[in-house]
Each structure stands twice: as C-alpha cells, then as structure tokens.
C-alpha cells in the first residue's frame, strides 16, 4: 500500500492569488468588455435602436408567422 503517498509540492502559497502575471492581458480585457458592452447598448442617433434592439427584433420577427393565407387572383380575374 506504499502507492498512497500523497506528494505536496513545494514552493506554494497559502493565500489566494487573483493577480499572476498576466495584469495586461486582464486589463485588456476589461476594457474590450467594457467597450463592447457600450457598443451593444447604445442607440444608434439615426435609427434610435441598439444593437440588442436589433437582435430582440430579429428574434421577434423569426418567431412571427410567415405563412400568409391568401387566394391569388390575377390581375386581369378581378371584377
């Protein structure tokens, strides 16, 4: 039963670490994330509609009908 051991390393610390050393890359993505957040929600000054609006309404529309039930007349069988 000698295969049991348990190894620990040495060389850790007991205290958690947020920050290694990748604060750059963190910080990058915060301000991609912020940005692309801003970016989604604000509405475009023409049209007055965000990006999400676009995509609530794109998602709308795909779930309304789109079978219309109608009969075709040509125009020259109107009376």
């Not at 040495?10 to 301000?31: C, K, N």
């Not at 475009?44 to 109608?70: A, L």
């Amino acid at each position: 039963m000698d295969d049991d051991k348990l190894y620990i390393p040495y060389g850790l610390s007991i205290d958690q670490e947020y920050f290694t050393g990748q604060l750059l890359a963190m910080i990058v993505a915060l301000m991609i994330g912020a940005a692309g957040t801003m970016m989604a929600v604000r509405k475009d000054p023409y049209t007055r509609i965000s990006v999400v609006g676009q995509i609530s309404d794109i998602i709308h529309f795909h779930k309304s009908q789109k079978q219309y039930k109608y009969i075709y007349t040509a125009p020259w069988d109107i009376k």
